[in-house]
Protein backbone atom coordinates (compact mmCIF):
# COMPACT_ATOMS: atom_id res chain seq x y z
CA UNK A 1 0.00 0.00 0.00
CA UNK A 2 1.08 3.41 -0.56
CA UNK A 3 1.42 6.54 1.94
CA UNK A 4 -0.16 9.66 1.15
CA UNK A 5 1.21 13.06 2.96
CA UNK A 6 -0.70 16.43 2.47
CA UNK A 7 0.89 19.47 3.75
CA UNK A 8 -0.26 22.73 4.77
CA UNK A 9 -3.64 22.14 5.66
CA UNK A 10 -5.68 24.73 7.15
CA UNK A 11 -6.27 24.34 10.72
CA UNK A 12 -10.36 24.55 11.15
CA UNK A 13 -10.29 22.08 8.05
CA UNK A 14 -8.10 19.58 10.52
CA UNK A 15 -10.39 19.83 13.39
CA UNK A 16 -13.38 19.55 10.89
CA UNK A 17 -11.89 16.56 10.02
CA UNK A 18 -10.94 15.03 13.49
CA UNK A 19 -14.62 15.97 14.46
CA UNK A 20 -16.36 14.15 11.62
CA UNK A 21 -14.00 11.36 12.14
CA UNK A 22 -14.91 10.98 16.04
CA UNK A 23 -18.13 10.75 14.79
CA UNK A 24 -18.12 8.22 12.73
CA UNK A 25 -16.31 6.15 15.09
CA UNK A 26 -12.87 6.44 13.04
CA UNK A 27 -9.29 7.45 13.18
CA UNK A 28 -8.46 10.68 11.60
CA UNK A 29 -6.53 8.62 9.14
CA UNK A 30 -9.21 5.98 8.84
CA UNK A 31 -11.78 8.78 7.79
CA UNK A 32 -9.06 10.17 5.42
CA UNK A 33 -9.47 6.89 3.81
CA UNK A 34 -12.70 6.97 3.65
CA UNK A 35 -13.33 10.41 2.38
CA UNK A 36 -10.79 9.76 -0.05
CA UNK A 37 -12.55 6.59 -1.52
CA UNK A 38 -15.84 8.36 -1.34
CA UNK A 39 -14.52 10.72 -3.73
CA UNK A 40 -12.79 8.72 -5.91
CA UNK A 41 -14.45 5.95 -6.16
CA UNK A 42 -17.89 6.88 -5.64
CA UNK A 43 -21.03 7.07 -3.34
CA UNK A 44 -22.55 4.81 -6.59
CA UNK A 45 -20.70 1.85 -5.90
CA UNK A 46 -21.83 1.07 -2.41
CA UNK A 47 -24.37 -1.13 -1.96
CA UNK A 48 -27.97 0.57 -3.08
CA UNK A 49 -30.25 1.24 0.25
CA UNK A 50 -33.36 -1.24 -0.11
CA UNK A 51 -35.80 1.03 0.56
CA UNK A 52 -38.91 -1.63 0.94
CA UNK A 53 -36.87 -3.26 3.51
CA UNK A 54 -36.51 -0.59 5.37
CA UNK A 55 -40.21 0.78 4.74
CA UNK A 56 -41.16 -2.67 6.14
CA UNK A 57 -38.52 -1.97 9.28
CA UNK A 58 -40.31 1.36 10.17
CA UNK A 59 -44.01 -0.07 9.91
CA UNK A 60 -42.76 -3.23 12.36
CA UNK A 61 -41.13 -0.68 14.46
CA UNK A 62 -44.29 2.19 14.24
CA UNK A 63 -46.56 -1.43 15.04
CA UNK A 64 -44.74 -2.03 17.79
CA UNK A 65 -44.66 1.16 19.44
CA UNK A 66 -48.50 1.58 19.07
CA UNK A 67 -50.81 1.53 21.35
CA UNK A 68 -48.25 2.49 24.00
CA UNK A 69 -50.06 5.90 24.78
CA UNK A 70 -46.75 7.93 24.51
CA UNK A 71 -47.49 11.08 25.61
CA UNK A 72 -47.01 14.09 23.54
CA UNK A 73 -44.00 16.85 23.76
CA UNK A 74 -46.72 19.44 24.79
CA UNK A 75 -47.65 16.80 27.90
CA UNK A 76 -44.31 16.26 28.77
CA UNK A 77 -43.04 19.83 28.24
CA UNK A 78 -46.15 20.92 30.82
CA UNK A 79 -45.48 18.45 33.34
CA UNK A 80 -41.38 19.13 33.36
CA UNK A 81 -43.07 22.88 33.94
CA UNK A 82 -45.39 22.20 36.54
CA UNK A 83 -43.03 19.96 38.77
CA UNK A 84 -40.37 22.57 38.57
CA UNK A 85 -43.02 25.30 39.73
CA UNK A 86 -43.94 22.99 42.74
CA UNK A 87 -39.95 22.62 43.56
CA UNK A 88 -39.59 26.32 43.44
CA UNK A 89 -42.77 27.28 45.01
CA UNK A 90 -43.78 24.92 46.65
CA UNK A 91 -47.33 24.96 44.88
CA UNK A 92 -48.57 22.68 42.49
CA UNK A 93 -50.81 23.57 39.41
CA UNK A 94 -51.03 27.67 40.32
CA UNK A 95 -53.01 26.12 43.46
Do not use: W
Not at 16 to 34: C, D, N, P, T, W
Not at 54 to 60: F, G, N, P, T
Request: hydrophobic share 40%; proline share 2%.
Amino acid sequence: MATLTVRNLDDDLVRRLRIRAAQHGRSAEAEHREILRLALIGVEQQEPVDRELVAARLAEFRARLAGRGSPSILELLEESRNERMEQLTGVRDGT
